[in-house]
């Protein structure tokens, strides 16, 4: 079974350039996640979607992050404009589905985006 | 708000050693807690995921351990290799929508 495919795995950029992340999640997993893990620190949950639908994102910072999950599928990530403090790993996972109940779904993640401002 | 904590940061022990690594959550409404591991340039793999009505889980030479009451876990590794050297990260599962939240992980070295 194929794993969650991220590209591109590196990218550097000047701040105030845009880039863009895309993710393809597990087939069949209705359930996508976007993660900004900074150097030394755990990943933190940028914004959640259940099939095409925003479940959370109230930590992604709207002013300047997008997020789209047209199809249910495929997810891109957006920065315009980028800033030093953007440059982190971003990590795509994915679930069967969001928990239901007491029930958890496991996340299973891609190898991540490595992005580098300066 | 759900807060992780792992100590020690880093960890350096000679190969064959016994270890554990441990974790921290301020709030024990949690749903499971999970320990992952990531080699550098690599997303993240899953070890052990232990239900909130679980005590521990064992996979090999890894065992975790739950206290929901106290807000801990423990991973242990058992004869540790050079093989395990990577960063561990242990996160729990909480909320309405069954969100992980991450601790800021244990870098951990074996020496051969």
């Known amino acids: 079974e194929a794993g969650v495919a991220q590209s591109p795995r590196y990218k550097i950029i000047e701040k105030r350039q845009s880039v863009a992340f895309w993710c393809n999640p597990i087939?069949?997993?209705?359930?996508l996640y976007w993660y900004q893990q900074i150097l030394g620190q755990g990943p933190k949950l940028l914004i959640q979607f259940q099939n095409n639908g925003v479940v959370d994102d109230s930590q992604l910072p709207k002013d300047r992050f997008s997020a789209e999950r047209l199809k249910g599928v495929d997810s891109t990530l957006k920065i315009q404009p980028a800033k030093l403090e953007d440059s982190a790993v971003y990590l795509c996972?994915?679930?069967?589905?969001?928990?239901?109940?007491?029930?958890?779904?496991?996340?299973?993640f891609g190898p991540g985006t490595r992005l580098t401002v300066l | 708000k759900q807060e992780v904590t792992q100590i020690p940061a880093a960890l350096s022990v000679p190969e064959g050693e016994n270890l554990v690594l441990n974790c921290s959550f301020t709030?024990?409404?949690?749903?499971?807690l999970q320990w992952f591991r990531q080699d550098p340039g690599k997303g993240l793999t899953s070890l052990l995921l232990?239900?909130?009505?679980?005590r521990e889980q064992t996979s090999g030479r890894l065992n975790a351990s739950l206290d929901k009451s106290s807000g801990r876990s423990t991973l242990y590794i058992a004869a540790s290799q050079p093989g395990d050297s990577a960063t561990y990260l242990c996160?729990?599962?909480?909320?309405?929508?069954?969100?992980?939240?991450f601790g800021s992980g244990t870098q951990l070295t074996v020496l051969p």
């Open positions: 087939s069949g997993h209705a359930t």
């Open positions: 232990i239900q909130s009505s679980q």
């Open positions: 996160a729990v599962i909480g909320g309405s929508a069954r969100q992980l939240t």
């Open positions: 709030d024990s409404a949690i749903y499971n």
């Open positions: 996972a994915s679930s069967l589905r969001e928990g239901i109940g007491r029930s958890y779904n496991e996340q299973f």
